[in-house]
């Protein structure tokens, strides 16, 4: 009876999993100003060789694009340029008046766009704490010890943010922001070394590949002006 029992809730839970949402081949997108809207919008997705006007309607307009997760699209409205991810869960962005953007995700869990809202906010937070312990050693005379600890704490916690990044993100664009970043604060030998983790769709693509052998040839002209040089 017992038995009879386990395999009754294992099925359940897999039955919850099989109706649950998934991501889709198709990403639908709808676009809301709240205030003054365009007559039309540019909509561009490069990795599909999307670049099409799309009009609006009543401030409002929805459209279905392949999924693509290796790279962004984006909206071009007056002197506006949104960028988003097309990940295969419907999304919803909203301009407000005062051309303020926001995304909501239907299924957060499962998208993209949430994960790189999070990433961007984690950042700004971030950098907005750290600004404002500067300005108070600043402000305090600016010792040296302590500019020094700000620093080398500063660049610890943010190679190991843009790190944990990457390595949760290895098959999405989001990983190309972080390594953008990343390349402020490490060598081209751990840059490399990171790009060596890095799923074969985002390795693939033209601009990973130019990084790769940039770093490449960079290592290599070190390592020979290092050979080169006579022995102490």
């Known amino acids: 009876m017992k038995t009879s029992r386990i395999i009754l809730v294992a099925l359940a839970a897999i039955a919850a999993v099989a109706c649950g949402p998934k991501v889709s081949?198709?990403?639908?997108?709808?676009?809301v100003f709240e205030g003054e809207a365009p007559e039309a919008v540019k909509?561009?997705?490069?990795?599909?060789?999307?670049?099409?006007?799309?009009?609006?309607?009543?401030?409002?307009?929805?459209?279905?694009?392949?999924?693509?997760?290796?790279?962004?699209?984006s909206l071009q409205?007056?002197?506006m340029?949104?960028?988003f991810i097309s990940?295969?869960?419907p999304l919803t962005i909203s301009i407000s008046a005062d051309k303020r953007v926001s995304f909501v995700s239907?299924?957060?869990?499962?998208?993209?766009?949430?994960?790189?809202e999070i990433f961007k906010q984690a950042q700004a937070d971030h950098r907005n704490q750290s600004e404002a312990?500067?300005?108070?050693?600043q402000n305090a005379g600016g010792d040296s010890e302590a500019l020094n600890k700000f620093y080398e704490e500063y660049r610890t916690f943010t190679k190991s943010f843009l790190?944990?990044?990457?390595h949760d993100n290895n098959d999405n664009v989001i990983c190309l922001r972080a390594i953008d970043r990343l390349a402020l604060f490490v060598t081209d030998v751990q840059l490399d070394s990171v790009l060596n983790t890095l799923s074969p769709e985002i390795a693939s693509l033209s601009s990973v590949a130019r990084l790769k052998i940039n770093l490449e040839n960079r290592i290599q002209e070190a390592d020979s002006a290092k050979a080169a040089q006579p022995a102490q």
């Not at 790190?163 to 990457?166: D, M, R, S, V």
């Open 163 to 166: 790190l944990n990044a990457i």
């Open 43 to 73: 909509l561009s997705l490069p990795a599909a060789a999307i670049d099409q006007t799309v009009p609006v309607k009543d401030g409002k307009f929805q459209v279905e694009l392949p999924t693509s997760k290796t790279g962004f699209a």
């Open 81 to 83: 340029r949104i960028e």
């Open 77 to 79: 409205a007056d002197n």
């Open 133 to 137: 312990r500067l300005d108070s050693i």
């Open 106 to 116: 239907k299924y957060p869990e499962l998208s993209l766009n949430h994960r790189h």
């Open 87 to 89: 990940d295969g869960t």
């Open 25 to 31: 081949e198709t990403t639908r997108v709808k676009v």
